[in-house]
């Protein structure tokens, strides 16, 4: 699973990005600071089973935290788009590639109004052009890579289209699909746009971030208001505030794990300042939620789920003994012959079946696992 953080220029993606991944990269007030991709690792979080169990983890590939299993995803940051991308305005469509290579979006946006469409100091901006402006040039571009398709007579359209778009990770199916659905029965301006419309619905499923909420008068009033116009789930965050945390958490000052924090050193004036600022947005808003975004995209957006995998069923343990040692994400309709080659692809070859360890019953191989599962792989 990969996430690719999208979105207009100067919203904060690379706040976001690093909010989640911890990886230095440059943050700016000003449009087009990021160019290259960023690449970092961040994460989908879930109840640990531990408590369940009544035991106690010791992670492998998902770290814990206060009971909480933090399991790997990654995520690419772009760089930031204009009104015209798709034909080469501001950074050009470079980064349209860029973000293709992952299987969901995040869309940032700046729901506190004071950036414009380039990304330049205004008040009173309507978000909601952003999420237009993209919505569009995206379209618009896989469009037009739809519309050079060569497609000869008595060729499979879908395969010349398939051609055209790989390396952007859409399906076969989904383009198969798309034909089928929609009747396409030529390629000019108004097929390529509803294909393109639909396979990006499908392929790249998108979650909005509706960032700054801490420099927002009335977040929720913003937010029904985009609702209502689109079609999008809209979670508001402020990564400035996660990434202060994080930092600080990193750095050995507080504690923060869930929604909350404790200051483990003495603090300064200042660093304490900052943090009752902070404490204030928790209080308000019940999180910095942009673990929210990410947990809403993965389980709710896209419908994945997260399975453990053990060894021993009864001591919940893999070879060396670790405790509900490893958590992987898989696609929705992931049966556990799926979540085997998750594991390793020896491990797939060898599969005989596999084991629920709440249960002790065993699972049928081609229903699809379920969201905290844990189970044990029978070779
Ligand atoms: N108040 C507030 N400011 C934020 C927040 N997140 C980011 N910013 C500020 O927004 C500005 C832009 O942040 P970046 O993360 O560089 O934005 P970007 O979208 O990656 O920008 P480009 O790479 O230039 O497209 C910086 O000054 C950030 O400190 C937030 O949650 N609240
Ligand atoms: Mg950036």
């Excluded at 405790?323 to 998750?342: C, E, K, S």
Aim: a negative charge; aromatic letters at 6%.
């Amino acid at each position: 699973m990969k996430i690719g953080v999208i979105g207009r220029t100067n919203v904060g993606k690379s706040t976001f990005f690093k909010a989640l991944t911890l990886e230095d990269v440059q943050i700016e007030d000003r449009p087009f600071t990021t160019i290259d991709p960023n690449h970092g690792v961040g994460y989908v979080t879930i109840e640990c089973p531990e408590k369940w169990f009544k035991t106690k983890c010791s992670p492998h590939n998902a770290p814990c935290e206060n009971g909480i299993r933090f399991v790997p995803i990654e995520v690419i940051d772009v760089a930031g788009l204009v009104p015209g991308a798709s034909e080469g305005r501001g950074l050009g469509n470079k980064f349209l590639s860029d973000a293709m290579e992952a299987d969901a979006l995040i869309e940032v946006i700046d729901i506190s109004g004071t950036t414009d469409s380039l990304g330049s100091h205004t008040t009173g901006y309507d978000p909601g052009k952003d999420v237009e402006m993209v919505r569009d040039e995206l379209t618009k571009w896989i469009a037009s890579i739809i519309a050079r398709a060569n497609i000869k007579s008595g060729a499979d359209p879908a395969e010349s289209i398939y051609k055209n778009l790989s390396g952007l990770k859409f399906r076969f199916e989904t383009i198969k699909d798309a034909i089928k659905t929609l009747s396409i029965k030529s390629i000019d301006e108004k097929s390529t746009l509803t294909m393109s419309e639909y396979i990006l619905k499908k392929d790249k499923p998108i979650t909005v971030a509706c960032n700054k909420m801490d420099a927002t008068h009335d977040v929720s009033s913003v937010i029904k208001d985009l609702e209502a116009r689109f079609d999008y789930r809209f979670i508001s965050c402020s990564a400035a505030a996660e990434l202060t945390l994080k930092e600080a958490h990193k750095h050995g000052f507080i504690s923060y794990s869930g929604n909350e924090f404790v200051p483990v050193k003495e603090l300064n004036a200042e660093q304490k300042k900052g943090l009752s600022i902070i404490e204030d947005i928790i209080k308000k808003h019940g999180s910095t939620g942009v673990q929210d975004v990410v947990n809403t995209l993965i389980f709710d957006v896209i419908g994945d789920k997260v399975v453990f995998t053990v060894e021993d069923e009864k001591k919940l343990t893999d070879g060396r003994g670790r405790i509900l040692p490893d958590a992987f994400v898989v696609d929705p309709d992931a049966n556990p012959r799926d979540v085997a080659t998750m594991v390793h692809s020896e491990v797939a070859e060898r599969y005989k079946g596999a084991l629920d360890c709440r249960t002790g019953l065993k699972v049928k191989n081609d229903e699809p696992v379920k969201n905290g599962q844990v189970l044990k792989i029978i070779v």
